[in-house]
Nanobody, 125 residues
Framework: QVQLVESGGGLVQAGGSLRLSCTASGRTFSNTAIGWFRQAPGEEREFVAATSWTGVVTYYADSVKGRFTISRDNAKNTGYLQMNSLKPEDTAVYYC??????????????????WGPGTQVTVSS
């Protein structure tokens, strides 16, 4: 079992930045791939970014590429999502998730076994 808790969400103006953290406990965090997803009101949950257990391999949704950076610190059992140049359309609840490995279905919700409760990110125009 892996327990995940997100933090770092909040209200920010368009063009601003936030860094989300995902702190893990339980099963060895360093052996898991992590992903970030988001869900806006009335919308389906969508993939944002993912990284392998080493942090070397990363994937991004086209909508955030060049603005968001995913990273991890296995010594701290923590993953991060640095979000820059935020836009109002980035407003959503952001979730981190963990998977046994990062395969070609890294952007599928069903590829992830463990989820955090989410943190709200609101970007004002």
């Amino acid at each position: 079992q892996v327990q995940l808790v997100e933090s770092g969400g909040g209200l920010v103006q368009a063009g601003g930045s936030l860094r989300l953290s995902c702190t893990a406990s339980g099963r060895t965090f360093s052996n898991t791939a992590i992903g970030w997803f988001r869900q806006a009101p009335g919308e389906e949950r969508e993939f944002v970014a993912a990284t392998s257990w080493t942090g070397v391999v990363t994937y991004y949704a086209d909508s955030v590429k060049g603005r968001f950076t995913i990273s991890r610190d296995n010594a701290k059992n923590t993953g991060y999502l640095q979000m820059n140049s935020l836009k109002p359309e980035d407003t959503a609840v952001y979730y981190c998730a963990a998977a046994a490995r990062l395969g070609l279905t890294y952007n599928y919700i069903t590829s992830y076994n463990y989820w955090g409760p989410g943190t709200q990110v609101t970007v004002s125009s």
